[in-house]
């Protein structure tokens, strides 16, 4: 035999197959993983897709963002951003590398939030501050709603304009606090402990909109998780969009995926109240009516009865006392009948007159100016812009 030529004891494998192994063993041992390192190299294609390196001072990795995650992420990736990805390793075979499939970007440093969450998570839990039984059942019909959170933020917009068209007769009471920064949390704590020290609430409502982890850290810190725990009023946790979960809404009675589902949470519709009561009403003329019906078939049958036939005459004085009942109770349950005819319908007139955009209706306008409704003259302000309020539309002046 030559002394170049190999012997062949086993199979040698192909490229192909060899890569095919490397491929098995790294795409079903390197998935769902989390990289630290700096982007080099960013290049987004006319698909969308990002093609990139992170790097560090030892070794490089190529990554690409595909278009639609790139899209629901809503990224700007420039090089030299210091960053955490998350996502699986794949191997190309074509071009014998692999390759990072990133479903996941975050600043770096991110990872000791989410460490520092999960942290408390687990001490309070084991503490018991989530346990159902410590939780308070809403109001069904809360009159005074308190609520913690930026008096500039959309989150309060959302609140009051969902409690104004589903409840207008609960008023609202606003505690500015900040929802992002360092102050955030004591301010959150401060307006949770001031609705329960002066129990000027049926109902609290904490929260932000949506944000980056950092941005909603405020609420996931332990103060502001014991404040919650320890208020003696109900407390509706909302913070965030639906995928975002803080330590808060572990804690609080209940839990609204957004301020506006909060406000939808917290009160009744008052339309499904109308129609309940105008079908409790019906319901009660009818059972009414038939019970009147019931008691005389029963008379005129106790009457007719073979075992009365003959005390027939010992019968005649009762039977003209039982059709004098008969009509007193007839008169009594018409009179019950007005009267709670009277009632719903005084209830009914009252709730419109709460409706605090019927004006609107009528083509009246109103003033709002710095987030308040301007009522009396002299609360305004010559020197501030202002919205005109039409049943259509809000036009600013400034």
């Known amino acids: 035999m030559p002394d170049n030529q190999i012997p062949f004891l086993f199979d040698i494998p192909t490229v192909s197959q060899l890569t095919d192994k490397i491929k098995n063993l790294l795409e079903q041992n390197f998935t769902d993983i989390l990289v630290e390192g700096e982007t080099s190299n960013v290049n987004q294609s006319r698909n969308g897709h990002y093609y990139f390196t992170l790097k560090d001072s030892g ?9 639609t995650t790139a899209q629901r992420l809503d990224i700007n990736l420039t090089d030299g951003q210091q960053i955490v990805v998350g996502g699986d390793l794949q191997v190309y075979a074509p071009h014998g590398r692999y390759q990072m499939i990133v479903s996941l970007v975050q600043q770096a440093g991110i990872g000791k939030l989410q460490q520092a969450f999960e942290k408390l998570k687990a001490k309070l839990k084991e503490e018991g501050l989530f346990d ?55 301010e959150i704590v401060a307006g949770i402990n001031y609705f ?32 919650v725990f320890h208020c003696e009023i109900p407390v509706i946790s909302a913070v965030g969009h639906e995928v975002d979960f803080s330590i808060s809404d572990f804690v609080a009675d209940a839990r609204a995926a957004t301020p506006t589902q909060a406000a939808v949470l917290a009160v009744p519709d008052i339309n499904e109240i109308r129609f309940m009561v105008e079908d409790l009403s019906k319901k009660m003329e009818i059972n009414t009516t038939g019970a009147i019906e019931l008691y005389k078939d029963k008379v005129t049958n106790m009457a007719k009865s073979h075992a009365l036939l003959a005390v027939k005459q ?21 009179s019950l009948l007005r009267n709670r005819k009277e009632h719903f319908t005084n209830l009914l007139h009252a709730l419109d007159k709460q409706n605090p955009n019927e004006p609107l209706e009528k083509g009246f306008t109103r003033v709002w100016q710095d987030g308040k409704w301007i009522r009396q003259a002299d609360k305004f302000s010559n020197k501030e812009a202002f919205d005109i309020e039409w049943k259509e539309k809000k036009v600013s002046i400034k």
């Not at 039977?319 to 009509?327: A, D, P, Q, V, W």
């Open 59 to 67: 070794a490089s990795l190529p990554c690409v963002i595909w278009r």
């Open 314 to 334: 010992k019968m005649e004085s009762a039977r003209s006392k039982i059709l004098t009942l008969n009509e007193k109770l007839i008169y009594r349950t018409d």
């Open 196 to 227: 329960t020290n002066h129990k000027n609430v049926d109902l609290v409502i904490i929260g932000r909109g949506g944000g980056s982890l950092e941005d909603l850290w405020p609420f996931n810190e332990e103060a502001v998780a014991r404040a």
């Open 132 to 186: 159902d039984s410590h939780k308070q059942p809403l109001p069904k019909f809360p009159e005074r709603i308190g609520v913690v959170t930026s008096a500039t933020g959309a989150a309060f917009q959302d609140i009051r304009s969902t409690l104004e068209k589903r409840w207008p007769l609960a008023s609202v009471k606003l505690y500015h606090a900040s929802v992002q920064g360092v102050n955030a949390a004591p």
